[in-house]
């Protein structure tokens, strides 16, 4: 417990998300956007040149070479931090997780949670034991529009579910750029550092913690085919899988990073015995509800008559866009809150995605693959 | 051959579409739109007086019991029809069609095409021997953009097709409508009357032909999950499925009678390559296009830059909508075209959904039951 | 009074529309798709081989080399065009419409109404006086989603009407295409043919027709700023124009033909003291429904909730688009049963354009071009 | 000059922004966005416990109970702030940025610049002379896609520009919320506090600004018809303005808050001789462009065929929507820039709102309501 902790701003460290890193900044902007919590340590680039050179493009503090390095020094320090933000490719986040959690500083991690299914269900362990918050950055989760839909699904006013659509295409890795020196592109198919999928677990597992997070269901079983059209390209950059959902739901769920002319197109559609739901991630602020024999109506961000939840995570009066930072921010916002709680003896209450979260995301991944070496088959969960 | 069919329009007869059928006067709307043709007999009810009443309400100069008689009475006529419009609910589509075509007289025929494979075997056997015309009115194919979308794929600016992602979602069957007198529902739900499918047979076909008909590839092989979600119908009123596409694409085709809040979204998006397209049957004049790496188009029915094959099958300048009945009349406009021709000697030119897409159609309904009964797995086609 | 007029098609004849007209078509499309009418007869061009050619594409029984002999034969005949359409340049509009009215003949007049606005004040003695059917196609009333927004309005949904801001704007004259052979745009930049006005007479008239149609308001004065961009053009080919509508609501209408990119976007939203409203042309079957303080409502035509007025002008059901043709069969539906009224000795009961709203719209091109002359001051209506 | 300000984030004080307040938190993210700058002193009400608690909430170093304190004391200090953000209302714009300036502290200052045309001219000359720098938070000009539109009119690929249609609506004063304890309504609705105008003044600046910053035309006339459609209400709440620009092209002003379902709708074409542009603050991310003869494109921020301007305000991929925050944040980038280079010796660069275009924003309300007093009659800027 840490007596000052509802008097000033947390202090953060960051792993990973040094210079050309696209997630790492993102981290930094969710965490810092409520003005409750502050960047002041990190271990940003395993190159120390760069690790030094990232921090102080961010005016931090304090540079570590190692994360290792840090989780000891900001552990031994009377203002280390309170939290680390793990933005490393897949392959070390079990790892530095376990380091910060050991030193029993709280953790938010990037998706998917770790590179294995045994590395999830270790960290599942850990987590439980340490009492810490770990909060996974199933970002998408944290849009007002999104928790409005579940709500309403939560309400009922959906009825049974019967349908879902999910889909996350982009076309960004339509040519093989992960030849031609683009970081982001060679740890992503490189199986050493992105697990068993490509797609699949770079944005797939997005879509399957979506539809979880807004229904409420689980995938009972699915039947999954993964295709890699880029020549050469070790890992899928193409899904198209058949789920069958606990209550009897039937779904489709389609990601694709080669899908041309598509930007970062997350879309869901759900459907009830009372009415349907539909959203766009690249239109966030709108959710479109679709109530049987009944015109259709646009919910907007920012509304009186949205829900509390969705109120919540609003920040600004409808009509001023709110976008991807913001939704992130609220993950980050959620998190922060219930660390605050820990550290003063109250008990978590969550809302963000957790460990357990990220667990089924790894089965649904492994799962996945496995349908698919098998021909496109049926496999439960 | 009919020495004044060039100086006069075509005289038309239907079999079906009495008073409370939707289909049969989008029929009539559609063959008589372009001034070449002119409705003036039917059969349009199985009861005399239902029949009578609705070829009055349309001021038909002949009406008949029975399209059996109708068949063998316009045959002998020296003013009798050229073209039978066959509207009537499936299991008679091939009886009638036989009826008409042994009288040497053409068809425009409802989809799906016959109530069984075998009947589609049959009717293929006897169009090829009668030389007639044989249209299907798989109307989807008569918009403008999407015979734009094909040349496109066809000229290869898409680049190799690789995933193709059809739907046609619609909530109308949310209630058992076939228990409470619903004549639409009521056959649309009977497996005598409809076939082997109900969902599949009445839009997934028209997805089937859509993807066939933009991307020129045939379906190789499929995974279909169909469900019926309402307590107590004898069909399907929902399937997933996946598919794979004889070039090594990849593909999701999706239909649902029960999806609450959709009227008739039939929706295709096409990923090559080198682009994608996407085209909304709910607003049909808009065709966009997304070329990798370059801005989105926004390609639009009548504007100059459109193909030879859009800008036939357009009729007003751009910004004037055309829609349902406009799409359905290029089936007709073609077809009548091809009577013209065959009926003065010249070859047929085609153009419009032939008896072998019927055929393509009633194997795909076929297979897709065939997969599901199996637990959902991969059948050929 | 007719005996047989209510058990037949009604016979109609056409004035212009001869080949190359855009217009002509879609009269006789409007015309003949409901199967209540036929065309038989045609003055379709003052050149008589033309004319001639241009009966013969549509197969016409009898076509005239001129209005004048086609008005004196058809009345003369037993079985004479009950209906004639009027679909010249402007200048002869009065003219054609004298010569049927004079001989018994119901007229559909294409808009503006005439060429000045003495010859408006004096078709509506004439149409009074003559106790005949008379039409004018401001055709965009005739959209199921518009006749649901006037009954919306009607009924007091809005509450009392603010704001309506109303545009009409095209770029198909954003070159000199009267100077290049065009036929269309010669006529409509020839103050000969075309009126006072040119963009506003051809557009801007339905964009004030639009505006009282749906609110059921006058417009009391307007401050019009009329431009003629392209060099040479003796007509205006854009104007922006302040509103004050007899309530005390106030008002902004554009018109352009010059606006790049656009195709013929006419827009038209009106803000009530409880409500607003929004239609697009180019998107019809739908109607924005904006009620303060909940969410938006997306109302489509063909759906249950629609009201009777909406629903009657509305042939499909939902999601089967339907376009630009079928809102002018609306005005010519409505028109069709109302001389089968008169010609039955019933009152007519109206529900399209008349002669009056056609004064009104050539009062509007006066006033505007007086105002623009004027330096854009205020002119009363 | 500061000799440490390029190692540091740079200190920020606020004037306003107290609990309650919309725009202060907003500015608060926007400086601290990018990690260039943090909060660290404000004068946040003059209700010296809630500028406390305001100060605590953001945990603030220092809190001062007038902003005169303020500025002298941290003028004094040699950690002392670098830069104020002055988020009051209107009326103390001008003494709020009057006693930082004379301090040598910078400012960003919200809109409209000051409460009379008298007032800014004389912050002109004091900014001059100060050699400060001085930023104006018309925010919209910070999405990247309006500095795209800028870029390509500059460019000339619209050519000369003839019409400009800008509308900024919304509906958050439809009721008399001034009356009802509303802050914001009230002092936005108190001329003592808001200037001469209300809704003119509050978003029609914002209009005129992005017309301005867009097409690089100043409004040489303009006139304008404003309205009070709530009773007792002190200052306009909707207005319609005809504009004629510098280079003769003509244009429609027109904001409203009383327009029923608005949200914060602000909306800008603009149409040149060779292309037309068309942008939405309520999907900030596309940009339309549409050249004549070919299809309208999407531009999307963060794709690679955007202009230097606007990547350089873009932070996250394409299809990761940004924000109002964003764009906010884009305005502080550019003067945090340009701060950094003022005290390091070096030439502002700019490409923020300054106090220039302030200035002209208060002739633009100056002359709007000269006009609509005079009854809506031209007045030149």
């Known amino acids: 417990m840490k007596q000052d902790i509802l008097n000033r701003k947390l202090r953060v460290g960051i792993v990973g998300g040094g210079q050309g890193s696209f997630i790492g900044a993102v981290h930094r902007v969710a965490a810092e956007l409520d003005s409750q919590a ?18 102080d493009a961010w005016y931090l503090p304090r540079s570590y070479a190692s994360f290792e390095e840090m989780a000891r020094a900001e552990a031994a320090r009377p203002d280390g931090i309170d939290l680390v933000m793990v933005t490393t490719p897949n392959h070390l986040h079990a790892r530095v997780a376990r380091a910060f959690l050991e030193q029993g500083i709280h953790v938010v991690c990037d998706k998917p949670m770790t590179l294995t299914l045994d590395e999830a269900r270790e960290l599942v362990a850990l987590v439980e034991k340490s009492g810490l918050v770990f909060a996974l950055t199933h970002n998408y989760t944290g849009y007002p529009a999104v928790r409005q839909a579940r709500a309403m699904v939560h309400q009922g006013e959906l009825g049974e579910i019967r349908k879902v659509l999910v889909e996350y295409i982009q076309d960004w890795l339509m040519e093989p750029l992960e030849e031609s020196g683009n970081k982001q592109a060679e740890w992503r198919t490189d199986p050493a550092r992105s697990g068993l999928a490509g797609c699949v677990g770079d944005i797939g597992t997005h879509a399957e913690n979506l539809l979880s997070f807004i229904t409420g269901l689980r995938i ?4 999954a085919d993964l295709s890699t059209f880029i020549e050469g390209r070790k890992l899928d950059d193409d899904a198209n899988m058949l789920l069958r959902l606990e209550n009897g739901g039937k779904g489709i769920l389609t990601c694709s990073q080669i899908a041309a002319g598509e930007e970062n197109n997350l879309t869901i559609r759900v459907y009830g015995s009372k009415a349907g739901l539909e959203w766009h991630q690249m239109e966030p602020n709108t959710l479109l509800f679709k109530p049987y024999g009944q015109p259709q109506q646009i919910l907007r961000r920012g509304l009186g008559y949205m829900g509390a939840e969705a109120q919540a995570a609003s920040r600004t009066p409808a009509g001023h866009p709110e976008g991807f930072y913001e939704a992130f921010a609220n993950i980050y916002k959620l998190a922060i809150a219930d660390i605050r709680r820990v550290e003063s003896g109250q008990p978590a209450q969550g809302g963000y995605p957790t460990v357990h979260d990220g667990l089924r995301g790894m089965e649904f991944i492994t799962k996945a693959v496995e349908s698919s070496q098998q021909g496109a088959t049926w496999v439960d969960l």
């Open 38 to 55: 502050e960047v002041v340590a990190g271990a940003m680039s395993s190159d120390p040149q760069r690790a030094q050179a990232s921090a």
């Open 220 to 223: 009972s079983s699915l039947c």
